[in-house]
């Protein structure tokens, strides 16, 4: 258990709806990250906040959009979806978000199982 | 970020000693070598980070020559539970990670 938790565990829903995923940190972690791991795609970055803010954006597109709460937990939202969007969804979260140093050990979630029908 | 290249798959047996490579040759000075585990739907997990020489920790040992141009991941007799796709990731104060296409390796009973 990475300390790291995500819901739902699975969401089934119809391509052009919307959907919201929910990520809460490990105790003391102050970046949360959001990755999607499709079969053909592997494992991708998407985003991360650190307290509050943006701070790297990866290969989101312009129908998802994500945001971090005061209590440090996240949502990332999926608008208009796609059958293409049908992929598992992991948030992971760190402590560091000093730059020159490493930050690289990060603890993901369980992930988000999406499938778009 | 560094470009990384490791085998595809490796089949080991129970209690042997597993050794995964990664050649990343156009690592940068203030690049750190990481390496990952991930199960079938699950979440990848940390399991070691270094910048030069040998870093051991409980799960296993990476050995990183002065070069830095490769690095091993070794893996002491390992256990059926110990199938899973491991990633190498090569990169310095970015904050995302980049996952290449991993190792899956197979224990054999």
């Known amino acids: 258990d990475s300390g790291v938790t995500q819901t739902p565990k699975h969401l089934i829903t119809a391509t052009g709806q919307r959907v919201t995923l929910r990520c809460s940190p490990r105790?003391?972690?102050?970046?949360v990250y959001w990755y999607q791991q499709s079969l053909d795609q592997g494992l991708q970055f998407l985003i991360q906040?650190?307290?509050?803010?943006?701070?790297a954006k990866g290969n989101i597109l312009e129908r998802f959009s994500a945001q971090q709460f005061p209590d440090l937990h996240s949502e990332l939202n999926l608008s208009s979806l796609e059958l293409g969007d049908s992929a598992l969804y992991f948030c992971?979260?760190?402590?560091?978000?000093?730059?020159?140093?490493?930050?690289?050990?990060?603890?993901f979630g369980p992930g988000t199982r999406l499938t778009v029908t | 970020l560094a470009k990384t290249t490791q085998p595809i798959s490796m089949d080991s047996y129970e209690g042997q000693e597993v050794n995964i490579t990664c050649s990343h040759n156009?690592?940068?000075?203030?690049?750190?070598i990481t390496w990952y585990q991930q199960f079938p739907s699950q979440g990848p997990r940390f399991i070691i980070q270094?910048?030069?020489t040998k870093v051991t920790n409980e799960v296993a040992s990476l050995f990183i020559p002065a070069d830095r141009k490769s690095s091993t991941l070794s893996l002491p007799r390992v256990s059926l539970s110990d199938t899973a796709v491991y990633y190498c990731l090569v990169g310095g104060s970015a904050r995302q990670l980049t996952f290449g296409s991993g190792t899956q390796l197979t224990v054999l009973p």
């Open positions: 906040y650190y307290n509050g803010e943006e701070r």
């Open positions: 156009n690592i940068a000075t203030n690049d750190y």
């Open positions: 105790s003391g972690d102050l970046s």
């Open positions: 992971a979260s760190s402590v560091r978000d000093n730059p020159g140093l490493p930050t690289y050990e990060q603890y």
């Open positions: 270094g910048y030069k």
